[in-house]
């Protein structure tokens, strides 16, 4: 059998373009599966906890007969494969369900709480880019070094503590001992909010109102910090890593000999390469970066899809349960599908394979 020649399925660009093509229907493919997996194992788990979510939201004095009209109102009485026939048949059509504790609409009340997070999770991966960039970059500038060891040090520190109990200590430190940022909530009450969107930090920013952008930055830099500062450490780690590796590569050693200074080689000459893995982490990781400001944004009070995701669990509001869940699951998916292709543009050995 003669050898495989790039010329007998195309040029390079051409297989580069069925390359990204091929990869888009496959995690298409893979996504609907995976809604559709998602949306049956949290229709059906919830639904077998204890406790009645109608009853709950009735005052103690509910009769039986009270109990049994709402739950008619909400489709609870009906079996329960054909509630999740109407939820799907709603989801597919655009209809969510109304959220039982609020009365709303529950693709309305998820689409106002996303814009919060998206903005909280967007600012800590910048931070942990930034954070874990300038340590892998120190670390590989320095390296061999106490500077190295003491990066490290701090990394392993970083990752053994998870995000909440950061967001614990910043309350301590710069919330009750030296408090400069704010501890709870998303904006100031008294601020005027002359804003057309639920992207507070992005608006207020392109309308040029930093006073009303600094009061934003100043609520989210603390839950921000503290989700960042675990992915800084992974990011930090793996960066110094590939950096170290590249650094002994042929045209690496051709740059020194060109008289380029250490500082120049890895910032012009190694960086580029070795981001590409680290490209791949990021993604993945921004994943359990939304996943992980439920928590913290409990913890300091912010205004997100996270906090209202507890309120939900806690009230046992099923309809709004299964929304937050499901658009949680669409953004992993999509997030992952936009890495897979940004890999497939970027890594040359892909693109002509």
Do not use: C
């Amino acid at each position: 059998m003669p050898p495989f020649r790039a010329a007998d399925n195309g040029t390079p660009l051409a297989q580069a373009r069925m390359l990204i093509l091929r990869t888009l229907l496959t995690r298409l493919l893979t996504t609907a599966v995976t809604l559709a997996g998602v949306a049956v194992i949290v229709f059906f788990v919830i639904r077998v906890v204890p406790g009645n979510p109608i009853a709950m939201m009735l005052p103690p004095g509910a009769t039986e007969e009270d109990i049994a009209r709402l739950s008619a109102l909400y489709g609870l009485d009906k079996p329960i494969v054909t509630q999740f026939g109407i939820w799907v048949s709603g989801v597919l059509q655009g209809d969510f369900g109304t959220s039982i504790t609020t009365r709303q609409a529950v693709l309305d009340l998820v689409l106002g709480r996303l814009p919060a997070t998206l903005e909280l999770a967007i600012m800590a991966l910048v931070m942990a880019v930034i954070l874990g960039g300038a340590a892998a970059l120190t670390g590989t500038r320095f390296r061999g070094g106490r500077t190295e060891g003491a990066i490290d040090v701090a990394n392993g520190m970083a990752l053994s503590v998870p995000d909440f109990l950061w967001g614990l200590v910043l309350i301590l430190l710069f919330g009750v001992l030296m408090p400069i940022f704010h501890i709870s909530g998303r904006v100031t009450p008294s601020l005027d909010l002359p804003l057309t969107t639920d992207f507070y930090l992005f608006e207020s920013l392109f309308r040029l109102r930093f006073d009303l952008w600094a009061d934003i930055v100043a609520h989210m830099f603390m839950p921000a910090l503290a989700l960042a500062i675990p992915l800084a450490a992974i990011i930090g780690q793996l960066l110094k890593q590939s950096l170290k590796e590249t650094m002994n590569l042929d045209y690496v050693t051709l740059a020194r000999t060109k008289g380029y200074g250490e500082t120049r080689v890895i910032l012009r000459e190694a960086l580029r390469n070795a981001a590409l893995p680290t490209l791949t982490l990021v993604g993945v990781q921004f994943t359990f970066l939304i996943g992980g400001t439920v928590i913290i944004e409990r913890l300091f009070s912010y205004e997100g899809l996270g906090n209202m995701a507890i309120d939900a669990v806690i009230n046992r509001d099923l309809p709004l349960i299964q929304g937050i869940v499901l658009l949680f699951a669409l953004i992993f998916t999509a997030v992952n599908l936009i890495v897979d292709l940004l890999y497939a543009v970027l890594n040359p050995r892909l693109r002509h394979a």
